[in-house]
Structure formats: structure tokens, C-alpha cells
């Protein structure tokens, strides 16, 4: 389905955030990148959706180069996007995202077509929120109303950049079970994840990403969840060290300093 | 030697003089400039340039409130109108003395700006633009129907000219009173970019993140109020250098044209940069009324053109040129690196 | 109480702390009573009571939209309550913006963090303690250590990635050396490791230290937190103990999910 | 700038060639070369260096053209002018360097500053008072509305307070009352009021047995269509001849017929001076019929024509200014006139002119004489 | 009662003749977040147009206002390739450009049709003067009034109801994610500016003959256009009408109301209206 070679790509031209980046993504199944805070998740995301220009490798969707294509055309493509940081339409209303949002590829390369109502059985927190302007909105129903929207282009290839950051349990387990349905309908799915418990529960194949590289990929199947974890979390960071590091935890127990009470109402111009 | 190795030595050199002489190298080339100018015996030179200096010093006061404080205005001239019309009656009832005048000028615009700026700074973006208009038309408006002050439509001519002490002979040769508009303007821009440079990182987190400036205590508001205040003090004594160097006054010299070409020029000048806006002042100026001499009647098209180019030519603005020069000289010397568009993760939310 | 209860029919529940804790809560910490808030007709946050006093660790969970960020903008002044009081201190603040709030001590984070994108990273957790910058024990540099960003202190903070930016908010409430804390899901978004460092921060602040977490991870709810407000449509549904509250059966059904899903979503 | 000869005169014409008055700017700059080119590029028997300067919009574009004719090519006289507010800011640029101004439009009051009033002497308009139209036909309206009272409306600046003015107080003066309810004059708001129709309808309320008004430009075009759409249409309307002069005529269409009008000119006038004036004016391909801004520019030429062959020698702006109090009367289109000794302005013959079809074209056809101003 | 009717329909007439004038800007500005200062030029661009080609018939009418519409749109495309290399870098330099490209415009306006004012001659119907409740009334306006109705139906209907409309506010909004949902936004914005200058040039067709055309128009024109729109709540057609109509209102009952305070109404009313809404304009959204 998706193939990435050798891919190289920064934010300025100096410093490439991915390096030689490689992986390979089997289709109709559901995959995750995973990788800490700063490893080039969102990046790898955006490279393939067409928002950023890698400077060298290729990316190759179903034999098609799709190297460097604006994301205009990588949606025409049949690639969605559910970025991080939810980046909604402030102005719109929540029946507007979802309205405008349309299937923009040929039929036979749809996967499965969301209707308004399903999508809102999905989250029927938004159900009563359909005349709310996007800003209005809790952080979860914005992230809700992301992943809808890109629920809503029936993408062949879909992108979830962190997709239940700030969702409820309940809500997050739903989501779950709609990305675990979607490869039925012939989607592809990638996930950018910091966890390692909600990849390894959903995902076919687990990418882990570290400073600009991914391994090849892993079967959580058939490697051990648990190894998998250590070995993600060896590559990240040293033992965390214990013992207080505050310098605030020197004041533990001590009364709160008297100097910052009330200010006077003076102060607030 | 070719064109492109000439850019490029410049470029090089301008890089390196930046490198070296940064704090001063402004306000000393400006020295040089001004100097340059003032040696000359030529008196036309000498007046024309000291006319443009009070719409400098405005475009400066635009530039604190447009580019530190993030509130787009073009109420500036508000303060500027009270500067100068304070500056003209004290000089019609006899109080010449040009540090009494800029003085009383500067409360008065501070005053001005004070009150504007309690409803101002409230609001934001383009209410705040549109709202400013509506301060500069109203300003320009009371200063044609407030007769008995203003002189109505007309205006006020024949304002008697200002002392620079006691016993000293009247500020009208066209090179003293050069000397004495650019000195004022030098120093106040000098000042007033000292003080918002000490401030600079507040202001800047509260126009990047209104909400979480408030959250560690800072009063937001507050802020924006003083420095809208403060520039105001810089538009009165505008204001007051307005009346010095021309010495006469009319309602369109405080309203919207005025206002919109202090905001273009700060534009012009670059984002939060006092001397780029000043010197992009002066240069709207020499375009509209010294290079556009030669074709009468097309002053604005050349105006225009000028708006034209500085879009494209100066992206950000005048005081980005030299390191902008740089980069092309840097992308001459390395092949050109690809372009990349910013990830949308790269904007501010709503 | 049976699972299948509909939750619009639970009306604002009494709060379940006692008299004592909520005098002490009065005369030193922060109360709130009577708490409203609407948009319009709409009623996101309609509250009895609501009290910490120093030291408590106070969890907020509930599902999306049932007003969590809401409380803590009102108790952080952030927006202006439509009906009640808030007081620290036994003094009133209701009408005190909340810069004025943050210098009485009141820090907060945010959901959605962005800090100042135009500044440097130290430059930001400068302007965090400004109010404070005499204080010799809580240099930015430090406070940058601890939250893990010592390397970043000259970037953008604008080209923070966004886990990094979480971190980035917390160091720069902490500056303001805050006596209660509201946390807006500080752990959401992060790694597991960078999870547990961060719990590793918020146990070793001064036990004065009053913090108010709103979270849906519930290994750091548990972690972290003695007592637990569950929220639903703005109303209480019931607080307690946080053992007590995870065991609650309406809470599991409403927030938790499942026993299956809680399970696989939280293994 | 030309290049001319060593015994060149440089003069300097600074008219509005952008911005609103940029019609009767240009109309200035072809009266001027009209005059120029129809006496073979001299004035005096010298050669005529023009240099000419954009006033803009009034005298924040002005100030420093006019500075730079004065500075930078040393022009032994100015000339043009449009706004009466940059005839107020250059005069005292002019008077410094004892340069002659000889106006061709507006004078302004030149009010005293510092309780001192202005030095006149280098200072000479070929055009008039703004409130002598005014002056001039209040008698005549006094006696065509007999007992009937007159509506009074201008615009909200200088040039239109002065205008009503004129009229106004010679009105009153000679028993005539104002239909405004105030008895004030009304003042619309100036620029911006293109939507004349409530306060015609308004003024249709008082049952005015006529109308005074004083507009020019654009806003000229919109009131005199839109009086004939109001209540109004009937009532009969008097004005200051700016009102129907020149290009705008011609946007007002048959509005405009039957509107009665002061001014110092008509290009029906059937002096021989104005035939010429009016032939040359067609034979240089200039649009449509002279106007009194071009008149009074020719008229500007003529005097400078008169006074540089009285000057022996060197051409310095005193001895022009000298030679301009000397030139007398003055043979010019609008009838022969001479420049009043203190006041320096033309002591002329005013005219009541009236819109009709003059051949294919609408004309402000001349009805009668008026009345001569300044009076003595 | 009888002294406000003539009055009351006349705002009403005037305001929707500003609310055609200002339609161009609605588009652009409030839907589209350019701030197009050239927009008084385009409008005076086609008010030139119309009355060279107008000659009183109703042919030449109908010729009129297509040609006008065409130069309008023209000049919108120009306006669209100018600004496109300027996305992303805020009003101040939109406003920049424009502003140059208006001052360009007027110097070419005046060298091509002369500094005169002109005004298109109507055919013989639409000039003459009906009689409504015994007072006169111009049929010229009452026609505008007609097509104002239809443009801000039209209008209301494109921008709030269908997804063109929306799609122009969320490329305001986030550019990069309507690209993301397959839609272009260069060509969003690109048909926003042609449209809207094709709706000024339309609207000089239509408000000149009223008002007539010369070097001040397209100021006076921009300056109400921005009044409205911006106190119409930035991209709402009805809010924009109802500005217009409150424009309309302040300047012929309110000028004649209190004659002494003429100047300062429009401007007052503007300042209020800003100063007491609640809900914040999405252009304040930072
Ligand atoms: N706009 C930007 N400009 C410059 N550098 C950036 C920008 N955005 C991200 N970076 C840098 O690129 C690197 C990778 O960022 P990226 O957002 O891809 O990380 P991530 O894995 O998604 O992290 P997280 O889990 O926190 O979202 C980081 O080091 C970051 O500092
Ligand atoms: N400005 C607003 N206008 C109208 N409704 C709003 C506004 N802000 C928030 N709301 C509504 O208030 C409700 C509570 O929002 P809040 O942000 O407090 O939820 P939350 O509990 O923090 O949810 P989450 O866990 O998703 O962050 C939401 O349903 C939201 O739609
Ligand atoms: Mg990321
Ligand atoms: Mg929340």
C-alpha cells in the first residue's frame, strides 16, 4: 500500500527532523508509529499528507509516486489527515465541517463512506452540538470533530495523528473499534501514537520511531507486548532517575511564602 | 567583475558591519545621514526633509502600538492633532519655548491617548482598526468644526515660530531647524525603542498568548494601555515637531490620509522595527513629493508603485533588508535549498 | 444505583466532604458555591460547592464536554461565572480577573497549550515568574530541567512539538510558584516514560501545594489524586475517595466504559 | 523642467492636477497655456519657462510643491492655486521671498494670526471673493421672491460658509428672511454627502419661495439631479455659479436647465475678447465650453503679460510685483477690469446667467448684469 | 408622522444602494479576510465604464452593466493574482498592495476618462420621478432598490447556504487544511476576489447614475463600504444589510433629525456599534 524510502525531511533546510526514514505498510490493516515526544510523528504524518516537502527519499502509494504532491492532491488521492492539534474551522459550525467535507476521490477508491448519522453514533457528543462553532467546542469534541472530518473524505489511507489525546475512556474505546473496522472496508490506517497500550491492543504492525528513524516493523502478535514496551521506552530515555528533583520539593512541608498574598487590587490595571 | 559578485561583496560587507555595530549602527548612520544632509548649503533640502520628520516620528508612535502592542490603529493621530494644536496656541499666546512646547505636547497627546486607549485596548484585530478610523475621522472632523480653536477647514497659518531657549533667535533658518527636528527624532525614537526593547518579551506574550500572559499574572490590558499611552506622548511631540517645521496646521494634516500613510509606512518599515518605520516615512514622502516632481499629477501613481514593490521586494520590511541581501547572497553562493510549506501545526490556535 | 440510569435524571449531587474540610477549605484555600456557567441557554457548569484547601490533590474526570475545563476557567478567572461565588481565603474573588487570581497564587495549564510560539523556551518560562523573579530557588534553567526541556531552552517555543509544549505550560505555571495548581490534562499526549516523569514532578511539589487535576488518564488520577469530583453535563454525579469513585458502577458506565473497554483501554 | 534660454521668465503653476479638484486644476492649466500658446510662448516679449506643480489635495502636497518652484526653480511668480486652504499656507511662503502670487481661484480670508494681519502686498487673485457671488445676487433674489422666503444650503467647510455667507447677510440686509427654520443657513456634510434628497424634502417642508445654494464638483452633479426628483423640483433654484461650470454641466444634464446663476464669466459673453477667447479655446481641442477657472488663469497670463513688458532688465519678483500694480484694466473675456488698489483682486462685473440649450449643448446663457465688486 | 415617511423610505432605498456598493467588500473582506482597499476603485472603474457605454436606451443600459461587471471581474483577477503570493501574511500587507494597486488604478481612471464627473445617462423611464403618499420619489432608486433585494438574496443564499460559501470562511480560517479535504484554496480565493469585483463593477453600473462618478468616488465609496461591512459583522449578509440600512438611516433621518451633529453621526454610529457588540467579529480571533 504504502511505501517510504530513504526519506529525508525538516522543518529548515539545515536540520532534517526524519532521516533516511524507512517503512512499509502492507494494506487494509490498521498501523502505528510510535516514538516520543519529538521523534517526528507528526512530521512523518504531514510529509505523506503533502504538507511538508520532504528534500530527499520517495513515498509511493499503490505504485503511484506521490513524492512531494501538494495535499490538494494527496486528498484526491484518497489520503486523510486527523491532525494534531486539532485544526478545525473556528468560524464553521460543527454541521458545517461535516457538510463540507466530501468524499473527493473516484468511487472505487473510496474505503467506507461515512454518513452524517453515523458519523454521529460514533460521537454522540457532537449530536447535540451540531450548531456550535468549532471554538466553542470542549478539546475532546474538537478532537471528536477531527477525526470525523477525515472519517468523512472515505480515505483510502488514513492518518491519525495522536487520535484519543483528551478523549474520555468510553469515547477513545469507541474510536478504537471504528479504526479496527475501517480495514474491512479496504482502508488503510496509520497512527502516530506516544503510548505504546493503545498501539499494541488495535494496531497489525507497530512501527517505532526514535530521533528521525523507524524500525522495521513489529507483530504485537507475535512479539511480546511487553518486550515491545521496553524496547520502545530503552530507546527513549535513561531510568528515571528517583528521589525529589524539585527545587520546590526543598520547601516540602514548609509553609506557603507569605510574600506573594493577596496583591492589592491596585496592581490590576 | 560581475553584477552578481558586486551583491554579493555587499551583501557580505553589510552583514559584517550588522555583525560588529549592531546597537548603534541606526541611530549612527542616521547621525551620518542627517549630517550629510545638514552640510549641504542647499536650504530647499534642508526644509523638505525636516517636514518629513514629524510624520517619521509619528509613524514610530503607529509602529509601538501597530507592532509591540499588536492593536492596528490609526488613532495615533489623534494624540498627534492634540500635540500640535496645543503647540499652536501656546505659540499664538506667546509660550515659544520649544522644550515648554514639547513638553505640554507630550501630556496632551499621553492624555489623548490615555482615554482613546481605555476603549481600545479592550478590543482587538480589526475592530480595533476600525474603531481607530473612526478616531480619525472624528479627529479630523472636530478640528474643522471646533472653529474658535482650529481655525476651522482651513486650518491656522502664520503660528509663530519656537525658541530653542530663552534669548536664542527663532527656530525658522531651514539648517538649525533641521538639525533641531532630527535630533528630537532620533532621540525619542531612540528612547522610546530602548524602553519597548526592555519590555519586549512581555509584549510579545501578550499578543502570542493573551490568555496565558494572563494566567501567570500579567494584566494584559494594562500593558497595552501604557504603551498605547506612551505612544501617545510620541505622537503629541510629533505633533508639536509638526508645528516647528511647518508651521501652520489644517484638519487634514490630523486625519485619515495622514493616519493610513503612518500606517503604511510601518508596514513598510517592517514589523516592531521604530527606525524602519520612520525611515519607510520618510521614503513615502520623498516619493510623493520630491520624486514625483518631475510628473505633476502622478504623484500617486508612483505612491502606489512604491506600495506595490515594498509588498513584494521587502516581505519584511525595510529592516529585514540587509539580512534579506544576505540570504540572497548566501543562496547565490549554495544552491538554492527546496522551499518547504510550514505544517499546519505551525499556527497559532483560535 | 443501576448502570442503565439515565444521567440528565441525576440532579447536582451534595458534595460528600465534610464540614471540616470545607471550613478549612474557607478560611485557606479556594471555594466555590453555587457555581453556574452558561453559553446562551445553554448550562455547561452548574455546581453546589466546590472546595480545596492547601495540600489537596483533587481530581475532575468526566466525559468529553461535561464542563471539567470549564470549572477550572472560572476558578482561574479565566471566564466570569454566570451565577456564584468564589473566595480564597474567605475573600471574595468572583469579579478579580484572573491575572490578578495568579498573583493571589492561582496557576493554571491549559488543555490545549501553545505558550508564547514568538519566544525563546527560557524566555517563556521567564515571563511565567516574572512576579516572582527575586526568588533565588526557582531559576528558569531549573525549572526547564525538571520538566525535561533543558535542551530546548533556546528554540521557538513555536517549534515545539506539541507533547513538548504540555511540558513547556507546566514549567511555566510552576514559575509562577502558585499555591493551588489547576492542571488541564497535563499527562495528555505524553509518553508513557514522559508520564511517569511527570508524576515524578507532581508528587515531589511541596505537600501545600493545593492541585486541581482535570485527566481521563486514570493511572495518573489514581496516582496522584486523594479525592475525585465526577462531572457529567455540568453536574456532579458523585466525589469521594478516588478508590471509591473507580468503583463506582455509574461512574464505570458512564465514564469508564465497560469493564471490557476500560480494560483494553486501560490495561 | 524646460530648457529655455538665459533671458527665459521661469513661472511656476501649481494647480490640483490629482485628487478631487483635479477638473478645475486642469481647466486652470489650459487657460494658462491657452493665453501661452496663443501669444507664441511669451509673456512681455519674454520667453516663458512654466514649470508646473501638483497641488494634490490642499496644502500637505501643496505646501511642498509650491516650495520646491520657489527653492529649487527659482519661478519669479506663482501662479493657479485651487484651494482657498493653500492660498492661505503659500501666501506667507510667497510674501517671505517677495515673490509675486497671482491667484487664479479661491482667496481665501486670510484671517489675522497673533493679532497681526496678513501682509498683502505680494499677493493678487484674478478671480474674486468666495463671497461676493453671494453679494451679488442677493438683491436680485430679493426681488423675484418678493415676500416669499429663501432656503439657504452649502457644504460644511471654508470655501461653503463663505459662500452663504455673501448671501445671507446681504439678504437679511436688504429685508429678505431665510426659509430654515433657524434661520441659519443649512451646512451638509462635506466631503461624503452624495444623498441631497432628505434635506431637500426637508427643506420642501419650510415652503421656500426659492432656494440658494453653493456646490461644486461631484456634489453639484448629485444636487442639482437629485432637486429635480424632490419636493423641491418646482421651487426655483438660484446658486453661486459654480454649481453648473464646466464638466459638470454635462453630468447634470437637462437637470440643471432653468437653474439661474452669479458668476463673473459666461462664455456667452459677447465681448469681442471672449469670442477670440472662446474660438481659441475650441481651436486648441480643449472639451466642451471655457470655463471661469480657465478665464480667470488666461486672465492670470494676461496680467503677467502686461506687467513683465513693463519690466526693464532682469525679471526679479519685486520689480514684477511693482509692475503688477501698475497694469490697469485689463481686457479679459468676463469684460474689461482692473485690480482694486488695496485689496488686489479685479473690481468686475458680475452676471446673473441662466442653464438653457445654447445649440445642441446646455449653456449658462447669460441674462443680464448684476452688479460691479467690490463696490468702490 | 408624515415627516418621517419620505425620509424612512429614502433610508431604506439609500441603504440598500450602499449595501449593493458595499457587496464587493462583503465578499472580500468579510467572507473572503482580504481587506480590499482597491474596492472603491473598481466600483469607480465600473461607474466610468457604464456611463462611457450608457446612452439612455435600455440596450445600451443592459450593455452597460455587463461591460461594467466584466471590468470589475477583471479587475478582481488582478487584485487575486496580487494578493495570491501573499497569503499568510496578514491584513496590513493585503492592505498594502491594495492600496497601491487602488492609487494605480484612480491615477489610470482619470488619464483614461479625464478628471470630470460623469454620470450614465438612464433611459427616460428610470429618470423620471413617481409620486408616493403626495410626495415625489425617483424611480431610479426604487429600480436599485429591486436589484439590491435580489443581489443580497442571491448573496445570503451563496455565501450562508451552500458550501461554497462555507468553504470561502474555512480558507480564512486554516488554508492548509482545506487543501487537506481536497479543495484548493488558491482557487477559493481566487474566485473570491473575481466575484467580488465583479460585484463592484456591477455596483458602479448601478449606484452611478444616482450618484454620479469622479476622482472622489471610490474613497467615499470605500469608506462607507467599510463601515458597513465590518458593522455588519464581517462576512454576514444580513448583517451587512441591516448596516446598511442603519447607514442609511443615520444619514438621512439622522442628518436632518439633529443637522448640527451631521458630521459626526455616521461616525459616532459606527464607534457604538462596534464598541457595544458582545459577541467578539471573527477577525478579532487571533
Ligand atoms: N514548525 C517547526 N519549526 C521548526 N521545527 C519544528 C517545527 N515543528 C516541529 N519541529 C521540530 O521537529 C521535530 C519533530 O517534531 P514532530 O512534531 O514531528 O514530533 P512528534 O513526534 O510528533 O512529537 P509529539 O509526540 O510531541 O507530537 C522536533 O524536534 C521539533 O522541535
Ligand atoms: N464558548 C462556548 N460557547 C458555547 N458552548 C461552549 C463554549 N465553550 C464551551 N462550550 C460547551 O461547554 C461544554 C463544556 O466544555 P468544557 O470545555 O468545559 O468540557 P470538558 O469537560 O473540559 O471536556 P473535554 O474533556 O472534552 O475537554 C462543552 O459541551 C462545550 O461544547
Ligand atoms: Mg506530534
Ligand atoms: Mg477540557
Redesign the pocket.
Known amino acids: 500500500m504504502l511505501r517510504i524510502n530513504d526519506l529525508t525531511v525538516g522543518?529548515?533546510p539545515d536540520t532534517p527532523?526524519l532521516r533516511s526514514a524507512s517503512m512499509v505498510l502492507p494494506p487494509h490493516g490498521v498501523h502505528a508509529v510510535i516514538?516520543?515526544?519529538?521523534?517526528?510523528?507528526?512530521?512523518?504524518l504531514h510529509t505523506i499528507a503533502g504538507h511538508l516537502r520532504p528534500t530527499a527519499g520517495h513515498i509511493v502509494l499503490d505504485g503511484h509516486d506521490i513524492t512531494g504532491i501538494r495535499p490538494t492532491r494527496a486528498a484526491r488521492t484518497g489520503i486523510a489527515l486527523a491532525p494534531?492539534g486539532r485544526l478545525l474551522w473556528p468560524s464553521l459550525t460543527v454541521h458545517d465541517h461535516l457538510a463540507i467535507t466530501r468524499p473527493t476521490t473516484r468511487k472505487q477508491d473510496r474505503g467506507q463512506s461515512w454518513s452524517l448519522d453515523q458519523l454521529l453514533d460514533l460521537f454522540p457528543e457532537l449530536a447535540g452540538r451540531l450548531r456550535h462553532r468549532a471554538h466553542q467546542l470542549s478539546g475532546g469534541e474538537q478532537q471528536m470533530l477531527t477525526i470525523a472530518r477525515a472519517l468523512r473524505l472515505a480515505p483510502r489511507l488514513l492518518l491519525c495523528?495522536?487520535p484519543t489525546e483528551g478523549l474520555a475512556p468510553t469515547a477513545a474505546a469507541r474510536i478504537r473499534t471504528a479504526l479496527a473496522g475501517l480495514p474491512r472496508y479496504g482502508v488503510t490506517v496509520l497512527i502516530?501514537l506516544?503510548q505504546t497500550r493503545f498501539a499494541t491492543a488495535l494496531a497489525h504492525t507497530v512501527h517505532v520511531?526514535t530521533s528521525g528513524r523507524i524500525s522495521p516493523a513489529l507483530d504485537p502478535e507475535i512479539d511480546d507486548a511487553d518486550v515491545l514496551i521496553r524496547r520502545h521506552l530503552g530507546l527513549t530515555t535513561a531510568q528515571p532517575s528517583s528521589g525529589p528533583r524539585s527545587p520546590m520539593a526543598v520547601a516540602a512541608g514548609h509553609q506557603p511564602p507569605t510574600h506573594s498574598r493577596c496583591p492589592s487590587s491596585r496592581d490590576d490595571s | 567583475m560581475s553584477v552578481d559578485t558586486l551583491t554579493d561583496l555587499a551583501a557580505g560587507r553589510i552583514l559584517r558591519l550588522q555583525r560588529r555595530a549592531r546597537p548603534w549602527a541606526g541611530p549612527s548612520l542616521v547621525a551620518v545621514a542627517v549630517a550629510a544632509v545638514a552640510a549641504t548649503p542647499d536650504g530647499y533640502l534642508h526644509a523638505t526633509v525636516a517636514r518629513m520628520l514629524p510624520l517619521a516620528l509619528l509613524a514610530v508612535s503607529v509602529a509601538a502600538v501597530t507592532g509591540h502592542a499588536g492593536l492596528p490603529t490609526l488613532g495615533q493621530v489623534a494624540p498627534y492633532a492634540a500635540g500640535a494644536y496645543t503647540t499652536a496656541h501656546l505659540a499664538l499666546t506667546g509660550v515659544t519655548l520649544a522644550p515648554a512646547q514639547l513638553l505640554v505636547a507630550a501630556v496632551a497627546g499621553a492624555a489623548t491617548a490615555g482615554l482613546l486607549g481605555a476603549l481600545l485596548v479592550r478590543y482587538r484585530g480589526t475592530v480595533v482598526l476600525m474603531l481607530s478610523l473612526a478616531a480619525a475621522e472624528l479627529t479630523a472632523i472636530t478640528a474643522g468644526q471646533w472653529r474658535t480653536v482650529t481655525g476651522g477647514t482651513d486650518g491656522l497659518a502664520g503660528i509663530p515660530a519656537a525658541h530653542l531657549l530663552p534669548g536664542t533667535p527663532a527656530l525658522t533658518a531651514d539648517r538649525p531647524l533641521l538639525l533641531y527636528a532630527a535630533t528630537i527624532t532620533v532621540t525619542a525614537t531612540t528612547a522610546a525603542a530602548c524602553l519597548l526593547r526592555r519590555w519586549q518579551s512581555l509584549l510579545t506574550a501578550v499578543r502570542d498568548n493573551e490568555s496565558r500572559a494572563a494566567a501567570s499574572g500579567h494584566p494584559t490590558t494594562g500593558y497595552l494601555w501604557i504603551t498605547h499611552t506612551g505612544a501617545g506622548a510620541l505622537a503629541g511631540i510629533a505633533g508639536a515637531l509638526l508645528i516647528h517645521t511647518h508651521r501652520w496646521i489644517t484638519p487634514a494634516d490630523v486625519g485619515f490620509g495622514t493616519a493610513a500613510l503612518a500606517l503604511l509606512a510601518v508596514v513598510i518599515g517592517g514589523p516592531r522595527c521604530l527606525p524602519g518605520a520612520a525611515t519607510a516615512a520618510v521614503l513615502v514622502l520623498t516619493v510623493r513629493d520630491v520624486a514625483a516632481a518631475p510628473w505633476p499629477g502622478h504623484a500617486p501613481l508612483l505612491l502606489g508603485g512604491l506600495f506595490v514593490a515594498a509588498v513584494y521586494l521587502l516581505p519584511d520590511g525595510l529592516a529585514a533588508l540587509p539580512a534579506h541581501l544576505t540570504t540572497v547572497a548566501a543562496r547565490r553562493a549554495r544552491p538554492a535549498a527546496r522551499h518547504t510549506t510550514?505544517?499546519p501545526?505551525?499556527r497559532s490556535p483560535a | 444505583m443501576s448502570t442503565g440510569q439515565s444521567v440528565d435524571a441525576v440532579d447536582c449531587v451534595p458534595s460528600r466532604r465534610t464540614h471540616a474540610d470545607i471550613d478549612r477549605a474557607h478560611g485557606t484555600g479556594l471555594t466555590a458555591t453555587g457555581l453556574r456557567h452558561c453559553y446562551g441557554k445553554l448550562t455547561v457548569l452548574d455546581l453546589d460547592a466546590f472546595a480545596i484547601a492547601p495540600g489537596d490533590r483533587h481530581a475532575v474526570i468526566g466525559p468529553n464536554g461535561a464542563g471539567k475545563s470549564t470549572l477550572l476557567n472560572l476558578l482561574a478567572g479565566t471566564i466570569g461565572p454566570t451565577t456564584g461565588q468564589i473566595t480564597l481565603h474567605a475573600q471574595t474573588i468572583t469579579r478579580r480577573r484572573s491575572s490578578w487570581r495568579a498573583r493571589a497564587g492561582i496557576g493554571r495549564t491549559f488543555q490545549h497549550p501553545t505558550v508564547y510560539p514568538g519566544l525563546t523556551v527560557l524566555d517563556c518560562v521567564r515571563i511565567g515568574g516574572w512576579h516572582h523573579r527575586h526568588n533565588p530557588h526557582h531559576t528558569p534553567h531549573e525549572l526547564l530541567n525538571l520538566v525535561g526541556l533543558a535542551g530546548y531552552a533556546d528554540?521557538a517555543a513555536?517549534?515545539?512539538?506539541?507533547?513538548?509544549r504540555r511540558m513547556l505550560d507546566l514549567a511555566v505555571a510552576l514559575a509562577g510558584q502558585p499555591r493551588i495548581l489547576l492542571l488541564d490534562e497535563p499527562a495528555a499526549?505524553l509518553t508513557d516514560t514522559e508520564t511517569t516523569q511527570l508524576l515524578d514532578i507532581l508528587t515531589s511539589l511541596p505537600g501545600w501545594l493545593a492541585m486541581v487535576i482535570v485527566e481521563h488518564d486514570m493511572t495518573v488520577v489514581t496516582a496522584l489524586a486523594d479525592w475525585t469530583t465526577v462531572l457529567h453535563h455540568g453536574r456532579r454525579i458523585t466525589d469521594g475517595p478516588t478508590a471509591e469513585v473507580r468503583a463506582d458502577p455509574t461512574v464505570a458506565a458512564l465514564y469508564l466504559g465497560t469493564p471490557e473497554t476500560t480494560d483494553a483501554a486501560h490495561q | 523642467t524646460t530648457s529655455a534660454d538665459t533671458t527665459a521668465v521661469r513661472i511656476g503653476l501649481l494647480v490640483s492636477l490629482s485628487g478631487t479638484y483635479t477638473a478645475v486644476g486642469e481647466d486652470m492649466q489650459r487657460g494658462f497655456r491657452l493665453y501661452l500658446d496663443t501669444h507664441g510662448g511669451k509673456l512681455g516679449g519674454r520667453t516663458i519657462d512654466l514649470v508646473v506643480a501638483d497641488e494634490g489635495d490642499g496644502p500637505a502636497t501643496a505646501v511642498p510643491a509650491a516650495r520646491k518652484l520657489l527653492e529649487r526653480d527659482r519661478v519669479v511668480a506663482l501662479t493657479g492655486l485651487v484651494g482657498g486652504a493653500t492660498v492661505d499656507k503659500v501666501q506667507p511662503l510667497t510674501t517671505e521671498r517677495k515673490i509675486p502670487l497671482v491667484g487664479g481661484n479661491a482667496r481665501p480670508a486670510f484671517a489675522a494670526v497673533g493679532g497681526k494681519p496678513r501682509d498683502l502686498t505680494y499677493t493678487w487673485h484674478t478671480s474674486y471673493n468666495s463671497d461676493e457671488p453671494g453679494i451679488a445676487i442677493a438683491e436680485y433674489v430679493k426681488t423675484q421672491v418678493t415676500d416669499g422666503t429663501v432656503y439657504a444650503i452649502g457644504p460644511d467647510y471654508q470655501g461653503g460658509w463663505d459662500e452663504l455667507r455673501g448671501f445671507t447677510d446681504t439678504f437679511t440686509r436688504l429685508g429678505g428672511k431665510l426659509a430654515n427654520p433657524d434661520g441659519k443657513a443649512l451646512f451638509t456634510p462635506f466631503p461624503g454627502t452624495e444623498n441631497f434628497l432628505p434635506y431637500l424634502n426637508k427643506a420642501a417642508e419650510s415652503n421656500p419661495a426659492a432656494v440658494y445654494t453653493f456646490y461644486a464638483g461631484a456634489a453639484s452633479v448629485a444636487f442639482v439631479t437629485q432637486y429635480r426628483k424632490s419636493d423641491l423640483a418646482d421651487v426655483p433654484l438660484y446658486a453661486a455659479g459654480f454649481l453648473t461650470e464646466g464638466s459638470v454641466l454635462s453630468a447634470q444634464g437637462t437637470a440643471a436647465t432653468g437653474v439661474r446663476n452669479v458668476l463673473n464669466y459666461s462664455p456667452t459673453l459677447a465681448n469681442t475678447a471672449n469670442q477670440d477667447f472662446v474660438a481659441a479655446w475650441s481651436a486648441a481641442g480643449y472639451p466642451g465650453q471655457p470655463t471661469t477657472y480657465a478665464m480667470a488663469s488666461y486672465d492670470a497670463a494676461a496680467v503677467l503679460d502686461r506687467a513683465l513688458s513693463t519690466v526693464d532688465g532682469p525679471v526679479t519678483g519685486e520689480k514684477l510685483n511693482a509692475a503688477i500694480g501698475t497694469v490697469g484694466r485689463v481686457v479679459s473675456p468676463r469684460g474689461d477690469w482692473q485690480f482694486h488698489p488695496t485689496l488686489h483682486r479685479p473690481v468686475q462685473r458680475w452676471y446673473l446667467r441662466e442653464v438653457r440649450p445654447d445649440g445642441p449643448v446646455l449653456s449658462n446663457v447669460l441674462v443680464q448684469d448684476l452688479t460691479t465688486l467690490p463696490a468702490n | 408622522m408624515d415627516t418621517y415617511l419620505i425620509p424612512a423610505v429614502d433610508a431604506i432605498t439609500y441603504g440598500l444602494l450602499l449595501a449593493i456598493a458595499a457587496a464587493g467588500l462583503t465578499l472580500a473582506l468579510g467572507a473572503g479576510g482580504v481587506l480590499n482597499l482597491a474596492h472603491g476603485t473598481l466600483l469607480a472603474a465600473g461607474g466610468y465604464v457604464a456611463a462611457a457605454t450608457s446612452s439612455g436606451t435600455w440596450t445600451s443600459l443592459a450593455l452597460a452593466v455587463v461591460a461594467a461587471t466584466a471590468v470589475g471581474a477583471a479587475g478582481g483577477a488582478i487584485l487575486a493574482a496580487g494578493t495570491a503570493a501573499l497569503a499568510g501574511r496578514g491584513h496590513l500587507h493585503q492592505a498594502l498592495l491594495t492600496f497601491g494597486v487602488a492609487l494605480i488604478g484612480a491615477d489610470l481612471l482619470t488619464t483614461i476618462f479625464g478628471p470630470d464627473t460623469r454620470r450614465p445617462q438612464v433611459p427616460a423611464p428610470l429618470d423620471a420621478t413617481l409620486t408616493v403618499a403626495g410626495h415625489r420619489y425617483p424611480a431610479d432608486r426604487l429600480a436599485v432598490l429591486a436589484v439590491a433585494v435580489v443581489v443580497a438574496v442571491v448573496g445570503y443564499a451563496v455565501l450562508h447556504r451552500t458550501r461554497a460559501g462555507r468553504l470561502v470562511c474555512a480558507t480564512v480560517d486554516d488554508r492548509a487544511m482545506v487543501a487537506g479535504i481536497g479543495v484548493n484554496p488558491r482557487t477559493v480565493d481566487a474566485t473570491v476576489l473575481i466575484a467580488s469585483g465583479a460585484l463592484a463593477g456591477l455596483a458602479g453600473a448601478l449606484v452611478t447614475p444616482i450618484l454620479g462618478v469622479g476622482p472622489g468616488t471610490a474613497d467615499t465609496t470605500l469608506l462607507l463600504s467599510l463601515v458597513i461591512v465590518v458593522c455588519g459583522g464581517l462576512g454576514s449578509v444580513p448583517g451587512a444589510v441591516a448596516a446598511a440600512i442603519g447607514v442609511g438611516l443615520v444619514q438621512t433621518v439622522g442628518v436632518i433629525t439633529a443637522p448640527a451633529w451631521a458630521p459626526y453621526l455616521l461616525v459616532a454610529a459606527m464607534a457604538l456599534s462596534l464598541l457595544t457588540r458582545r459577541i467578539p467579529l471573527p477577525g478579532a480571533r487571533r
Open positions: 522543518h529548515c527532523v516514538g516520543p515526544n519529538g521523534a517526528g510523528k507528526t512530521t512523518l494534531q495523528d495522536e502516530a506516544p520511531m | 510550514p505544517p501545526a505551525d | 528554540e513555536g517549534h515545539l512539538t506539541h507533547g513538548h499526549g
